[in-house]
């Protein structure tokens, strides 16, 4: 438990780094008929934005919006529209690679918003409610990215460092690193009385 955030024990285990040229982006193109979670707070920032990252949509995605507009759901339970059950009606693609348009526009300096917390805090979700909670979802498509990051040695922790802090604020990410430093230093003391005992 940190400062009111209930704390994935699997978190600080994980090693994490996204591989876009094996994943294709598929975060993003995942199946299902909601897309990314998004806050009320972020409806104007989506709304002001989608003038500027409309001309980096295709014509298919760009009819959907007209159809069904940019967001579906209700207060409180907010999700980007999705395209033929599948993409989210904000992914752009390059070399056929699945990529955020608000992103793409904010690395760009065409907009200061960079993308939905949900969408850049993943594969961490955000579960509301006291306290409210942060999990790791493991997702068949993140397998590069579990492969990447064990290679070179990437924890999640820092892999997302921007967007926690973002989320939370610089004085909570530090006080998260020491956690999950702890938690991983407490399951290596573990791992190694268990291996000293199954010698014995």
Not at 90 to 103: L, N, P, Q, R, S
Not at 110 to 115: A, G, L, Q, T, V
Request: overall charge negative; proline content about 4%; hydrophobic content about 35%.
């Amino acid at each position: 438990m940190i400062e009111k955030t209930l704390i994935d024990g699997q978190i600080p285990k994980v090693r994490f780094a996204c591989d876009l040229a094996k994943c294709k982006g598929a975060c993003c193109t995942m199946p299902g008929y909601r897309g990314a979670p998004v806050l009320e707070s972020e409806l104007e920032e989506i709304e002001k934005a989608y003038p500027v990252i409309r001309k980096h949509l295709s014509y298919q995605h760009q009819d959907v919006v007209e159809e069904r507009g940019l967001f579906q759901g209700r207060n409180g339970d907010r999700t980007t529209q999705v395209v033929e059950g599948r993409a989210c009606v904000f992914v752009t693609y390059e070399d056929g690679i699945a990529k955020c348009a608000f992103e793409k526009a904010c690395l760009s300096n065409e907009i200061s918003w960079r993308k939905p917390i949900s969408c850049h805090l993943f594969p961490i979700r955000v579960e509301a409610g006291l306290p409210e909670r942060i999990r790791y979802e493991h997702i068949s498509q993140c397998e590069a990215a579990l492969e990447r990051g064990g290679q070179e040695k990437i924890p999640l922790v820092d892999f997302l460092k921007s967007p926690l802090i973002r989320a939370y604020g610089e004085e909570w990410y530090a006080e998260f690193l020491e956690y999950c430093r702890e938690k991983r230093e407490m399951d290596e003391r573990r791992g190694s009385v268990l291996e000293q005992r199954s010698e014995v």
